[in-house]
């Protein structure tokens, strides 16, 4: 299997995953911007990177994922999803610039109305 076609198999998993928790998904075909996929949900917007392996991305890409998600009026939610080799898929909301600048994430609605909650 191509490096291509396991990064498309991997983004079809978290399209998948997403929509089964009732978010809209749109898919970035050829991932040539910062995001691979775009999931919309109840008052908010994932911009989501998906890897295989390794959750790590290049700085570059983490800044064009925040500065993305920061330009909305609503809740934008820069996301990495990993799907390790025979593991389940696991992701990390990016809180700022670094490499250690994320939280778990577990991409719910509920989660979503409660962020906002905190924020307030």
């Known amino acids: 299997m191509s490096n291509y076609s396991a ?3 991997i ?10 928790k009732g978010y809209h998904v749109m898919r970035s075909r050829g991932s040539k911007g ?7 949900g109840q008052g908010c917007v994932l911009f989501i990177q998906c ?4 959750p790590q991305i290049k700085p570059y890409e ?3 994922l925040v500065r993305l998600a920061d330009r909305l009026p609503v809740i934008g ?3 990495v999803a990993c799907k390790p080799l025979r593991q389940g898929i696991t ?5 700022g ?4 600048d994320w939280l778990p994430f577990e991409p719910t609605v509920f989660d979503m109305v409660e962020a906002v909650a905190l924020d307030a």
């Open 7 to 9: 990064g498309t198999r």
């Open 91 to 95: 992701y990390r909301a990016l809180t």
């Open 97 to 100: 610039y670094g490499p250690k």
């Open 51 to 54: 890897k295989r392996g390794n």
């Open 34 to 40: 910062a995001a691979d996929l775009v999931a919309v």
């Open 77 to 79: 939610v820069p996301v």
């Open 62 to 64: 983490r800044a064009a």
């Open 11 to 20: 983004e079809y998993l978290v399209r998948d995953d997403l929509q089964a």
